[in-house]
T-cell receptor
Framework: DSGVTQTPKHLITATGQRVTLRCSPR?????VYWYQQSLDQGLQFLIH???????AKGNILERFSAQQFPDLHSELNLSSLELGDSALYFC??????????????FGAGSRLTVL | SQQGEEDPQALSIQEGENATMNCSYK?????LQWYRQNSGRGLVHLIL?????REKHSGRLRVTLDTSKKSSSLLITASRAADTASYFC??????????FGAGTTVTVRA
């Protein structure tokens, strides 16, 4: 157990639907990252939050949104789902401070299947 | 787009042999990290090498970094069946994220 909790583990839904993926970071970590892993795209960075504020945005589609709440858990919302959104979605957390090294602790992932 | 690119994409070796994989990247970095992913599971951090370091060891792992060539290598010595996994390099380029390569899939045959 890495200490990063992701729910749900598996999710099957239909095109056009909306889903919410949830992540609880490791205790004490203020940073949360979301990554998408699909077979043909590798591990793609989506978005980074630090203590409730968005810090960096990657190739995140406009149909996707995320937030980090005061208790530091984060949610990734995926809407108007398409077949191509089927992937493993990982959350990772970090306790990076200042210019220190940014080592990520990953959750087990949420596997999304869009039919 | 991905910062790092691993080579080879896949590697099959006999138990006890060494496995070497390479990573090339494009921009200046603060540090470079290697992660392992067992099939369908979350990534696990293995080792970090800072931009001012050239070589680092951790158990059976040896990492080198050549910032002039923007490349790194990961060597796993005396491989075991449990080393079967995908290995990813990740670069920290002072931009609030880690950028991952596409990974090298290593299969260790008994």
């Amino acid at each position: 157990d890495s200490g990063v909790t992701q729910t749900p583990k598996h999710l099957i839904t239909a095109t056009g639907q909306r889903v919410t993926l949830r992540c609880s970071p490791r205790s004490g970590d203020l940073s949360v990252y979301w990554y998408q892993q699909s077979l043909d795209q590798g591990l793609q960075f989506l978005i980074h939050y630090y203590n409730g504020e968005e810090r960096a945005k990657g190739n995140i589609l406009e149909r996707f949104s995320a937030q980090q709440f005061p208790d530091l858990h984060s949610e990734l919302n995926l809407s108007s789902l398409e077949l191509g959104d089927s992937a493993l979605y990982f959350c990772a957390s970090s306790d990076r401070k200042g210019s220190g090294a940014n080592v990520l602790t990953f959750g087990a992932g949420s596997r999304l299947t869009v039919l | 787009s991905q910062q790092g690119e691993e080579d080879p994409q896949a590697l099959s070796i006999q138990e006890g042999e060494n496995a070497t994989m390479n990573c090339s990247y494009k921009t200046s970095i603060n540090n470079l990290q290697w992660y392992r992913q067992n099939s369908g599971r979350g990534l696990v951090h293995l080792i970090l090498i800072r931009s001012n370091e050239r070589e680092k060891h951790s158990g059976r792992l040896r990492v080198t970094l050549d910032t002039s060539k923007k490349s790194s290598s990961l060597l796993i010595t005396a491989s075991r069946a449990a080393d079967t996994a995908s290995y990813f390099c990740a670069t920290d380029a002072y931009d609030y994220k880690l950028s991952f390569g596409a990974g090298t899939t290593v299969t260790v045959r008994a």
